[in-house]
């Protein structure tokens, strides 16, 4: 019998994802049915309901739940969830009955719906749903600056504003998990599957480190503080989208995997990643990093220094104490994914090792302080890393990718130079 | 409120010192009542009844306590003890309803008692007892070996052997907490103020780590995995007894209180002792540290490789393993201090800071693993002690300590060469 933590509102794996013939022919009723052009977040939701990441989560939300979910992080049935799972549109048509196909970018349809309920966000409604779920304590959230810097700054802010007018609840029934198993073969893991490997290995508590960048030493230090005290942790890194700028999920996850190779003991470890975009929802997000984390049989999620945060909007560690405010729920509803909190890590040459401020009484000019920015500059730049900041096999990966990313640069430039472009 | 652990037995700090004129009266008393003998051992036991540090218990184990607990971890209330704490002497004229007073080598009455039970431990009993409590699992607790070797090298076993005919009973009234609160200043510290300093920097989840040796790097990395994930750490040294040629407390602590100032966060540790001689029970032992740590208010006990261990008796991880195979009481009979269980811990070159067996994939060669033995011996004879296995400012402390000993060997030796002692 499986000694890991169950399925969030206790009801087990509730996974969506249809199979065999019931899939075909579902696959061909879509061709038939209203398309609704979904968003990549909501393409990300779309999955995590298929392979039951989002459990006990059947649908996108009712007005009720958003409301809910926003005010007191409870459902309408009383169960925990942390950020509204919604279905936007601004198609005046659809109605209450209908049975839509969720179709996104790339043109796969995600999903059927059958539309439940169908209720309208004004802009007053969104700009609350923006405060409840995206506001934070930080100097960026400060009354009199938050919606200038917000609309400006705040990607999860412009997504919520950006939604369309409607939102519309209902069961979904998902059709397709993407590409995600044949870009990552062997990462991209279903709660499932990694519950099944995690039994296999006889764990019971687990703790699983959250990464949407390559793997430094202060991450490396958080997962080895885990596996000290746990049965094993799983690595998960976002494999969804990111903003402009940021490590592509294949460069990140070889990093991980080099890492892994040369400075843990892969008994111990699980590297997977999971099919959802960033929010950029900082302490909520957190908190739903421990909601889905559940779902894959986890117990502890490691939360650091910023966790899911963006720009100034949070303060450094109310990842950390928004799990103390959040309600207790009973019979299952409640959240059984643990917050593992760790404090501000760096190494420290009188420590003569990693260390946090919990456990290093020595000054800033003892330790190795890098901000992921400055790392990337001087990667980018083909500057030296400071020593201890990072592996060497890690921050060869990372130098040979910036240098693709001159080179590809250079060639623009090249050709622009040279007329070639104009 | 306090968020801490209740004490263990759920009846609150059972505590039977005596304060004030009843402490007064019963010293007067007990002047008048017949002496027993008592061990160093037994000593210890009086003062942690004293403290409270050995809640529920109120005095000697009766002879349906001792059956339970050696065979199955119970005292006859069905509450979980993991170590018979009993009273013996040889003396055949003290029986039931006497009123005795407890007095030990140092000519101190440390406790009176009722005598409600007397019992005789035979020859077969005795071994019946040191059987089920320090026969373990390692090369020297074989079957065709252990008494063979047990008699001869094992401390624990030897005391139980060497006890009195027979067991006495009863309730005990605690005259004497000894000379621990001036020796040890600040340091020795009962379970109520510890919990009361505890409950002032608002700890709700500590971790202890006992220690009977100087504090190395090894240890440093244990407590400081705890300051990690915990409130707070509770580093807690035996400043009883131990056996010949091991450090003693006041250079301990010393070693403990210099390293706490220059490598840890003062405020997430506190630096105590407590008055009990060794028992050298192994993976039993371990157990008993955790029982009485809940009194102290800590819920987690750090139990690294060898554990309280004694020559080859036990296996490297049998007093983590133990945890697992001691009964569920209900109602607060239970043990609710959990083990941390830490693997072997050690600092290696290619991991650049300390690691464990379950955090470092590389190999012996790149690891400083010392034994404390070959230790003592680079100390005693001033040799180098290798990098990174111990901090600077304790080495120096041990240095001096080792100094002053052969100091005295060399003086007792001149003398010897000079005639002056023979």
Not at 319 to 348: H, N, S, V
Request: aromatic residues 8%; charged residues 25%.
């Amino acid at each position: 019998m499986s000694k890991l933590v169950p399925p969030h509102g206790g009801k087990g794996l509730v996974c969506c994802l249809l199979e065999g013939a019931a899939l075909a022919a579902e696959q061909k009723k879509a061709e038939g049915l209203k398309k609704i052009a979904i968003s990549d977040r909501t393409k990300g939701d779309c999955i995590m309901m298929g392979i039951g990441g989002f459990s006990p989560l059947k649908g996108f939300m009712t007005k009720a739940d958003w409301k809910g979910v926003c005010e007191k992080f409870l459902m309408a049935d009383g169960t925990f969830w942390p950020v509204p799972i919604t279905l936007d549109t601004n198609d005046e048509n659809v109605k209450v009955g209908d049975e839509i196909a969720l179709q996104a970018a790339d043109g796969v349809i995600y999903a059927t719906m059958k539309i439940e309920e169908k209720y309208e966000l004004t802009e007053a409604d969104k700009k609350w749903e923006a405060e409840k779920v995206y506001k934070g304590e930080g100097e960026e959230s400060a009354d009199d600056v938050f919606w200038k810097v917000a609309m400006e700054d705040h990607p999860g802010v412009q997504m919520v504003m950006a939604q369309g007018k409607f939102n519309l609840a209902g069961p979904v029934k998902v059709l397709s998990e993407g590409t995600y198993a044949a870009r990552f073969p062997g990462v991209y893991l279903t709660p499932q599957q990694i519950r099944d490997e995690m039994d296999k290995r006889g764990w019971a508590n687990v703790a699983a480190l959250q990464l949407r960048n390559p793997m430094h030493r202060s991450h490396e230090y958080l997962a080895k503080i885990a596996v000290e005290v746990c049965d094993g942790v799983v690595i998960h890194s976002l494999i969804g989208n990111l903003k402009a700028g940021d490590i592509p999920g294949d460069v990140r996850i070889k990093c991980i995997q080099t890492l892994i190779e040369g400075y843990f003991v892969p008994a111990n470890i699980i590297n997977a990643g999971y099919p959802l975009d960033m929010r950029y929802a900082g302490p909520r997000e957190g908190l739903l990093h421990a909601t889905f984390r559940q779902n894959y049989g986890i117990n502890n999620m490691l939360i650091g220094r910023d966790h899911a945060g963006v720009g100034d909007f949070y303060g450094l560690f109310e990842a950390q104490d928004i799990f103390d405010r959040i309600p207790a729920c009973e019979g299952g509803k409640g959240l059984l994914c643990k917050p593992m909190k760790i404090d501000w890590t760096f190494y420290c040459h009188k420590c003569d090792g990693m260390a946090s401020m919990r456990t290093c009484p020595h000054t800033k000019e003892d330790r190795v302080i890098l901000s992921g920015t400055k790392l990337r500059k001087a990667l980018s730049e083909g500057a030296e890393v400071v020593d201890h900041f990072g592996r060497e096999e890690v921050l060869v990966i990372l130098r040979e990718y910036y240098a693709g990313l001159t080179e590809k640069v250079e060639v623009k430039m090249q050709k622009a130079a040279s007329g070639a472009d104009m």
